[in-house]
């Protein structure tokens, strides 16, 4: 069988372009017809479009690498939703990463509760770096960002690529909305966070995510800030 083509760094415009058309499930399909071993799935086990991208990609590729940052400072019903998926979907081949201080580290380093004082220094310890290290050797990475979640994923391409990470990223939900993703998450039986269900909108660490504030803005509370840096 013969190994498919992988695209060019100047073939990622026009191949996001043709993908506008396309379902979700065909660009999965694309990505992992195209990069095999060599595509990863980033998952928070926080949000509905993380899930179905994970039920989507699994139904194609069982052992596909998902990765799973975690800062130390994951929900309870995260970590349980990441036992149920793996379970229930299923997942074969989950990985976890964590930073390279543990939460006692960093406070003696830089002092308690740095995610107060500096989130995005936080955000680099406890998630870029980790990040990194779950994409050393592969080609591409599968999120599940969405154009309608917040004004700074508005114009999220479906393929680019991805210079802080050097691989290919790909977000097949990008012009899906709450509704379909819902809708497909229901349809299919995936678990999803229960969280959701509790007025939270966007789940990240629990020090720095509040209920009943829609989108990204209950994240981070009192600054400037919608992103950990993971997609940015």
């Not at 229960?194 to 939270?200: A, F, I, S, T």
């Not at 660490?205 to 950990?228: L, M, S």
Request: aromatic share 10%; hydrophobic share 35%; with cysteine.
């Amino acid at each position: 069988m013969t190994a498919p083509t992988l695209p060019g760094r100047d073939a990622l415009e026009s191949l996001s372009e043709s993908f506008e058309s396309a379902e979700p499930q065909e660009i999965v399909r694309w990505a992992v017809e195209t990069y095999g071993d060599c595509l990863s799935v980033g998952a928070s086990f926080g949000g509905a479009s993380g899930m179905a991208i994970l039920h989507m990609a699994a139904q194609l590729k069982p052992d596909v690498h998902v990765f799973v940052v975690d800062t130390d400072y994951l929900f309870e019903e995260t970590h349980e939703t990441m036992r149920r998926a793996t379970e229930d979907i299923p997942l074969r081949n989950v990985q976890v990463y964590k930073s390279g201080l543990t939460h006692e580290e960093q406070n003696s380093r830089y002092g308690a509760a740095l995610w107060m004082r500096d989130p995005d220094f936080c955000c680099e310890i406890r998630k870029i770096e980790p990040n990194r290290r779950a994409l050393e050797g592969k080609q591409a990475w599968i999120s599940g960002l969405r154009r309608d979640q917040s004004e700074s994923r508005a114009n999220v391409p479906i393929v680019a690529w991805n210079e802080k990470f050097g691989v290919v990223k790909l977000n097949p939900l990008a012009n899906w909305d709450s509704a379909k993703t819902w809708k497909y998450v229901l349809e299919h039986g995936v678990p999803y966070n229960p969280l959701l269900d509790r007025g939270y909108a966007s789940i990240g660490c629990y020090n720095c995510t509040i209920p009943g504030v829609q989108g990204r803005a209950g994240r981070w509370e009192g600054f400037d800030k919608e992103e950990c840096g993971l997609h940015t």
